[in-house]
């Protein structure tokens, strides 16, 4: 398995730190070709095209052959579209949308991950839907205020929704810059099964791989973990390279 979970932001050298693994082992799949990547990603309507973007700075790190997979907001992502990939990138936006729009192909996209070794790499929505259980916004907990308003993504109380299942631990993204450890710590009381909170900061990634996982990028991974008096919480800072 090879995952590169990263918490969002732009930061240039910052996000080609955190991405080189995942294009390294996409390149690997494709014999040292330029590896097909779809770039999959929730079209909201307001003129931003996450694919764009993306293809943009992982190009950046290499060459690749981009793939641009758009899903309606209110669509399902059709896995067929993934056929001949050596890669996956799931891009940011709307995680709500992203969570609809990729369930009903959880269960393809576990298989090719998990099973068949697909490197996938997500960042902000693409990496908070990533686990068992996805936290996809909400501000409150019955009534009371737990993060700021504006990193809410359109919901009112936290929310936790099934996930692609690619990793048991819970996610969380924009850690530091958008307040939402709280946030993150208040689903894990909401999910008693979930140990393992990461929250991720802005231009720093979470990277899995059969051998173990590593802090890439510029900032830090916050990791709370259930202990006998509650959540016990860990900053992991960023491994350079």
């Known amino acids: ?9 732009w930061d240039l050298p910052a996000q080609i730190s ?5 294009v ?16 999959v990603w929730v079209d909201e309507g307001d003129g931003t095209v996450w694919s764009e973007r993306w293809m943009a700075l992982v190009n950046e790190v290499a060459k690749v052959d981009g793939v641009d997979v758009a899903v309606p907001i209110g669509g399902a992502l059709d896995v067929a579209r993934l056929d001949g990939a050596h890669g996956l990138f799931v891009c940011g936006g709307l995680t709500p949308a992203y969570a ?3 369930a009903p192909a959880a269960a393809q996209v576990r298989r090719m991950v998990v099973e068949d070794g697909l490197p996938y790499a997500g960042s902000s929505a693409g990496a908070a839907v990533a686990s068992r259980h996805a936290v996809v916004g909400g501000y409150l907990q019955a009534g009371r205020v737990v993060c700021p308003a504006d990193a809410a993504e359109d ?4 929310t936790v929704v099934s996930g692609l299942g690619l990793l048991d631990e819970m996610v969380d ?3 530091s810059a958008w307040g939402t450890l709280p946030r993150l710590a208040t689903a894990m009381g909401m999910t008693p099964d979930v140990a393992v909170g990461l929250g991720l900061d802005e231009d720093t990634a979470w990277h899995v791989t059969d051998e173990g996982a590593q802090v890439l990028g510029r ?6 973990e259930r202990d006998g008096q509650g959540l016990r919480w860990t900053v992991v800072s960023a491994e350079r390279r």
């Open 18 to 22: 955190c991405l080189r693994p995942f």
């Open 155 to 158: 919901l009112d109380e936290v």
């Open 219 to 224: 900032n830090a991974v916050h990791r709370l």
């Open 173 to 175: 993204v924009h850690a």
């Open 100 to 102: 609809d729009a990729l």
């Open 1 to 9: 398995m090879h995952l590169t979970l990263i918490g969002g932001g």
């Open 24 to 39: 390294d082992a996409a390149t690997s799949r494709a014999d040292g070709r330029p590896p097909r990547i779809p770039f």
